[in-house]
């Protein structure tokens, strides 16, 4: 046998384990999340972290977008590298870090446009008159 398959096969059982950790990490998490909901949900309680503000939309948004401009301008090179007739050289493969991209616009638009207005509308907590400074009649 040649040394450089046992080299690739060793490399290759380590990433499908540490792939198999790593996803079972997670697992584990939601699993345990899981199980924390179930247990409040018997009592009768809500989980105080489950608020419906939104942020979560958002902040996955900023991700995704952020991943598709970083792929968009790894990808980028290909195009003058295989000497593609594209306009600009922006073929196919540019398709990996737009749909990432325009995910995340989504995500971001989709904050946006169904964020409260009530809650923008409020003001700081540092910003209130004081209690004294009301003129009465």
């Known amino acids: 046998m040649n040394e450089t398959f046992f080299i690739v096969s060793s490399l290759g059982c380590f990433s499908v ?3 198999l950790v790593f996803f ?3 697992a584990y998490l939601r699993y345990m999340r899981y199980k924390e ?8 309680l809500v989980h105080p972290g489950y608020g419906a503000n939104g942020k979560g939309t958002l902040r996955w ?16 090179p290909i195009g003058w590298a295989v000497g593609s007739d594209f306009p600009l050289h922006f073929g196919p493969w540019m398709l990996v870090g737009l749909i ?4 995340g616009v989504a995500l971001a638009a989709i904050y946006y ?3 409260d ?3 923008s509308e409020t003001k700081a ?3 209130e008159e004081p209690a004294g400074s009301e003129e009465e009649d």
């Open 17 to 19: 384990v540490m792939m």
């Open 24 to 26: 079972g990490f997670f």
């Open 37 to 44: 909901t179930i247990s409040l949900a018997e009592k009768g």
């Open 61 to 76: 948004g900023i991700a995704f977008a952020a991943l598709g401009l970083a792929l968009c301008l790894g990808l980028y």
């Open 100 to 103: 990432p991209a325009f995910f």
């Open 113 to 115: 446009l169904t964020m």
């Open 117 to 119: 207005k009530s809650a």
């Open 125 to 127: 907590p540092g910003l």
